[in-house]
T-cell receptor, first 110, second 113 residues
Framework: KQEVTQIPAALSVPEGENLVLNCSFT??????LQWFRQDPGKGLTSLLL?????REQTSGRLNASLDKSSGRSTLYIAASQPGDSATYLC?????????FGAGTRLTVKP | NAGVTQTPKFQVLKTGQSMTLQCAQD?????MYWYRQDPGMGLRLIYY???????DKGEVPNGYNVSRLNKREFSLRLESAAPSQTSVYFC????????????FGPGTRLTVT
């Protein structure tokens, strides 16, 4: 059974800083890994999807990488802004099963 | 396009009452999902429907039933609500299975007293 872990649970940084969010998973036979953003009281917004055959995906200031052999994915946020404050979740999919991490709550201070 | 919509947004039930959560998507997606989100535990899959006419259990199906009414709509039913079912429920859809991006609705906050 796939287990997905995100550490730290919370992170606070000053505006403008580059930062990395971590996601680890136990089953390397992962088909894809998806990063989401969740604002308080809202649903999840998909940020990036990395297929198992890919190593990274980029969208604007966001870059996500996937290393199946080490069981890790990272989400890199460049030049962070207060509007980036939210909870970021990763989810790994394999065998008709999608497993989510508990998320990292990011606060970007002006 | 509205994307994925869910009704109601909030609901309070007494133990033993029943209710149905509604979900609809207008993206012509084949697959739909129901998750619950509890503090500190991430999202857990309750049921999913890979395509119209099929449904399968996820990680935490006990106490729930689902109906894939047509390609657009996927409902979740609590027959006899219990306090342990207090949670935020999310519906999601994808083009076809978990290989593709999942798109989420805004959620239903359910409290069972």
């Amino acid at each position: 059974k796939q287990e997905v872990t995100q550490i730290p649970a919370a992170l606070s940084v000053p505006e403008g800083e580059n930062l990395v969010l971590n996601c680890s998973f136990t089953d390397s036979a992962i088909y894809n890994l998806q990063w989401f953003r969740q604002d308080p009281g809202k649903g999840l917004t998909s940020l990036l999807l990395i297929q198992s055959s890919q190593r990274e995906q980029t969208s604007g200031r966001l870059n996500a990488s996937l290393d199946k052999s080490s069981g890790r994915s990272t989400l890199y946020i460049a030049a962070s802004q207060p509007g980036d404050s939210a909870t970021y979740l990763c989810a790994g999919y394999n065998n008709n099963d999608m497993r989510f991490g508990a998320g990292t709550r990011l606060t970007v201070k002006p | 396009n509205a994307g994925v919509t869910q009704t109601p947004k909030f609901q309070v039930l007494k133990t033993g009452q029943s209710m149905t959560l509604q979900c609809a998507q207008d993206m012509n997606h084949n697959s739909m999902y129901w998750y619950r989100q509890d503090p500190g535990m991430g999202l857990r899959l309750i049921y999913y429907s890979a395509s119209e006419g099929t449904t399968d259990k996820g990680e935490v199906p006990n106490g729930y039933n689902v109906s894939r009414l047509n390609k657009r709509e996927f409902s979740l039913r609590l027959e006899s609500a219990a306090p342990s079912q207090t949670s935020v429920y999310f519906c999601a859809s994808s083009t076809s299975g978990g290989y593709y991006e999942q798109y989420f609705g805004p959620g239903t906050r359910l409290t069972v007293t």
